[in-house]
């Protein structure tokens, strides 16, 4: 038994191992510091070792420039076109007309009709030019999956859509 090597713990038992001239070997299942190892190196071990971990962990990619992307549905142009929709679904309430029905009415009428039933808060104000208004309830009405003739998912959908919330 003097020939087996010493089986070192640490470098403690590595260091009284050639000091006495021994042959030693580390023990795999419990090589580390050992026992003569203070609570400070054994905590500054394991702080090295997560701050390794920490450094090769993945970082989430960057954003790029400029300002974040917005939820299709809570842009200018879909407020419009639900705010318009709101109106003409109140007036095919009030007139019994059947959702199938076309609405072929001009848009600034249509425009005017939803400032009068809704609060708008100035959200027909701009852009002052009317192809721009109607390129803007055009994009609106195409998020919201509305057509031209003012057909489109029942009210309910809508607020799932735009809210992005369950319904209650």
């Known amino acids: 038994m003097a020939d087996d ?6 470098l403690l038992d590595v260091a009284i191992a050639e000091a006495n001239g021994l042959a030693w070997q580390p023990d ?3 090589f580390g510091l050992g026992l003569g190892a203070t609570e400070d190196a054994r905590r500054w071990v394991e702080l090295g070792h997560f701050f390794e ?7 989430p990619a960057k954003r790029g420039p400029g300002q974040p992307s917005k ?11 639900l705010v318009i929709y709101l109106t ?7 007139k019994e007309i059947k959702r199938e029905a076309k609405f072929e009415t001009p848009l600034r009428t249509l425009i005017e009709l939803a400032e009068d039933t809704f609060p708008t808060h100035g959200l027909f104000n701009k852009p002052k030019a009317q192809n721009k208004m109607l390129a803007s309830v055009k994009r609106g009405r195409e998020i919201l999956g509305i057509d031209e003739h003012w057909r489109g998912p029942p009210i309910d959908e809508l607020r799932v859509l735009v809210a992005n919330e369950p319904l209650k």
């Open 71 to 81: 939820n299709p549905t809570r842009t200018n142009d879909a407020k419009r076109a």
């Open 5 to 10: 090597p010493v089986k070192a713990k640490g």
């Open 88 to 94: 003409l679904e109140r007036v095919r309430e009030v």
């Open 53 to 59: 971990r920490y450094l090769r962990a993945p970082r």
């Open 28 to 30: 795999k299942e419990n």
